[in-house]
């Protein structure tokens, strides 16, 4: 095969999870509803993120298994479509693991010290200095992921911002020093860049506790809500509350679709005079109008895993080919000599892209 096999990039859109646990509204409102609205513009790939899930799971490899069922579920049932996406597996394309060892050369530790994104999670697990190699670096895989796939766009919540400009850098180093091969890719982000947890903390995250999940039923979604943090200082209806860093209301701006309601409910409660309670009722309807129809589609394909499977099989196939072609001219442009070139070209082998003048 020769450059000329490798098709120009295409615009390639390309997000992820992580399969620790089932999928939460925080995904959908941030970064499921874009994919599924870009799913026919782009081709689109999504990776089920297992090796990545192992930084930190690596002691639980059969939760990790459990959830990629659940996750493939979940995409399912938001409206994300087979015949537009590619549903990929990431442990089943070992070259991501091999891209992400030579980008592993392009950064510094002392770089990906200063990942906020990553800082954070660190405290949030208590690793302090004991945090697992594999999880300090996973925004490099991340980096071999996007770019394997020669994404242009990338979909995602704002905790993943750092991990796209880290990504850019790595392209531009690698093209920089080798060829540029690599796709720059854009991040992408939402109307809802972040969506609080019931806590009120600011992100709701499936490993946080403080979600509510896309496979949730009616009833346990009531719970939740009605258990959530408000204002600690709104007491009573009649005092004035604040708005203001309330994920309920934050949860109201992004599923109600009546946007001059919410405005009216927020002035009401701001004013005094509204209960928490009451707030919290209209947004048990709003949340069940989202995810009744979701809950429905989940039942259906949960009752036909082998297609689920397949599904998933046939995305995977042609997340490899695709890698195939990046990791080709990844390793042409870095000399690693192929052994079936062996024996050809001026200097006993042939590199598949001419990286070095001699
Ligand atoms: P974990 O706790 O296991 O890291 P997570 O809830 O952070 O889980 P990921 O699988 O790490 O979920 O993230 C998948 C995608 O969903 C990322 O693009 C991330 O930015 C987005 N996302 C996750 N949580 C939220 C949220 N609360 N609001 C908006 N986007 C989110
Ligand atoms: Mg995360």
New binding site residues.
Partial sequence: MTTADVPAPRPRLL?G??P??PL?I??Y???LRIRVALQREYETFVLIADVQALTDHFEQPKKVRDNVLEVMLDYLAVGLDPAHVSFVLQSQVPELAELTVYFLNLVTVSHLRQNPTVKTEIVQKGYGEAVPAGFFVYPVSQAADITAFGATLVP??D??LPMIEQTREIVRRFGHLYAPILVEPQAVVGR????PGLDGRA??????GNAIFLSDGADEVRRKVMGMYTDPLHVRAADPGTVKGNPVFAYLDAFDPDGAGVQALKDHYTRGGLGDMTVKRHLVDVLEDVLAPIRERRAESAADPASVWAILRAGTQRGQEVVAQTMHAVRGAMNLTSLEAAGNGPRGWAPSYPAEPD
Avoid: E, F, N, Y
Avoid at 192 to 195: D, E, F, H, S, T
Avoid at 203 to 208: A, D, N
């Fill in positions: 997000t999870d992580r620790t646990a939460h925080g995904h409102a941030g970064s995602v919540g905790d993943q809802v860049p972040r969506l992100k709701m995250s499936k490993s946080l």
